[in-house]
């Protein structure tokens, strides 16, 4: 029967180690597949689902929340029992022969209640630290996204920039024939050479941005800073439909920091009631043992050398009111200072969430100011330009000056799409909720 156990034990261990190395194994998996995908196309779903599992700040929160669950599981507990063991080298004589050592087992036990209101104070400890857990996820994700973001701006501008250089090589080509017919003057072509000369420098910078973009994405995903990363991929968040009021809403119920503050607040209502039972008297019972040798006594007693058995019990007297009085004060004073972290808390998240608002708005009030107005009148106008310029109504000066004008002018489009697409990832991370799509009245689906 013992061997059995012993072999079930070992067969348990084992079940449970293959178990874990099948789940390591798993998400090694996964990882060897986004790594495949993310060298052709950037996606951010694969970019999020990639932090989750190899982010090193992830793994520490996740640690850390589990220190303090073994830690909660240790704070309940009794404390352990103590043994004593006494050896006398001088022999005391007793009426029933020399005491030559004794044995005490003793167990304190606190007073009814205090293990369990304990444990609820470690409860909230916990908890912190889960929200811990959930708060390091989301700084993953919204850094993540903002860099992917970012990388869909430099690609997109360089497409835009590679356009307009395309388009400058052939203006320059016009502008040098038209100054040998004498319909352009030096000026014209000086102007169309440094314009072109101008957007080569600025795909030159943005090549040399996309490479710190796609370096700093793979030190968030934990990959080596030269790892391939393809082109990204991806559309811009939609329009929120949210009104103001209801993403102040969204953060109180869902934002880590007040909800750490809440847990805070209840933390220190339990240690209240914690110090008024740690107030009250604890116990102590233990078993003495003592040895009895013979005496060496003429006409012993009939009891002579029997050992000595006892049962003890103590209890601590909480004499000092003063020192009582000031634990439940010290725990007043605790809970009133996360009452008033919790204000601060909701304050500066509100105050955070109305500048991510006003910047929100502004970037898509930029976006349909350029794509409904600016844009399309200065394609227009490079339309109109080219046309009086070939008709001899115009000069080859203002057709350049145009042509400058749109292509900045497309920069700028690009430029606001990505501030209302990285300014919506930090709003939606004050408020904890995807905000532009509804799921439930006044409810938002929970930001991960």
Not at 228 to 250: C, F, I, N, W
Not at 295 to 301: A, G, I, Q, R, Y
Not at 318 to 346: D, F, I, M, V, Y
Not at 359 to 369: F, G
Request: charged share 20%; with cysteine; net charge neutral.
């Amino acid at each position: 029967m013992k061997l059995f156990l012993i072999r079930s034990v070992f067969l348990c261990f084992g079940i449970l180690v293959l178990c874990q190395n099948n789940a390591r194994a798993g998400e090694q998996e996964d990882l060897t597949k986004l790594d495949s995908s993310l060298s052709t196309t950037i996606r951010l779903s694969d970019l999020l689902t990639y932090a989750y599992l190899s982010s090193p700040a992830i793994t520490a929160s996740k640690k850390s929340w589990q220190a303090f669950i073994e830690n909660y599981r240790v704070g309940k507990s009794y404390p352990d029992p103590q043994l004593a063991a006494t050896y006398f080298p001088r022999p005391i004589e007793t009426r029933l022969g020399p005491q030559d050592w004794s044995l005490t087992l003793s167990q304190v036990i606190p007073f009814p209640g205090t293990l369990s209101q304990k444990a609820r104070v470690l409860e909230a400890d916990v908890a912190i630290s889960r929200l811990k857990v959930d708060k390091a996820v989301k700084t993953i994700v919204t850094e993540v996204s903002l860099a992917f973001y970012e990388l869909v701006y430099i690609q997109k501008a360089m497409a835009v920039a590679q356009a307009n250089l395309d388009l400058n090589h052939q203006m320059l080509q016009i502008s040098e024939n038209a100054y040998a017919d004498d319909k352009a003057l030096f000026y014209d072509v000086s102007k169309a050479r440094s314009q072109t000369a101008q957007i080569q420098y600025d795909i030159l910078l943005l090549k040399e941005l996309e490479k710190t973009q796609k370096t700093t994405l793979n030190t968030l995903l934990n990959r080596p800073p030269t790892a391939l990363l393809g082109h990204a991929a991806g559309t811009l968040p939609q329009k929120v439909v949210y009104s103001l009021d209801e993403v102040y809403e969204l953060a109180m119920l869902h934002q880590e920091d007040i909800l750490m503050a809440e847990e805070k607040v209840h933390k220190s209502e339990q240690a209240i009631q914690l110090t008024r039972l740690e107030t009250l008297p604890s116990f102590k019972l233990g078993l003495f043992y003592a040895g009895i040798g013979d005496p060496d006594v003429p006409n012993p007693p009939p009891d002579a050398g029997d050992d000595a058995v006892g049962v003890q019990f103590g209890m601590n007297i909480p004499l000092w009111s003063g020192k009582n009085k000031s634990r439940t004060a010290q725990a007043l004073a605790e809970k009133q200072k996360a009452q008033a972290q919790k204000t601060e808390a909701a304050n500066r998240v509100k105050a955070g969430i109305s500048r991510l608002w006003f910047k929100l708005e502004n970037a898509e009030r930029l976006i349909t100011l350029y794509e409904k107005d600016l844009l399309p009148q200065a394609v227009s106008s490079v339309q109109t330009a080219e046309t009086w310029f070939k008709q001899g109504q115009g000069s080859f000066a203002d057709f350049l000056e145009i042509q400058a004008t749109a292509y900045n002018f497309q920069l700028s489009l690009e430029r606001a799409k990505t501030d209302y697409a990285k300014t919506l990832v930090l709003l939606e991370q004050a408020a904890g909720a995807v905000l532009d799509a509804k799921t439930g009245q006044n409810t938002g689906e929970k930001k991960p």
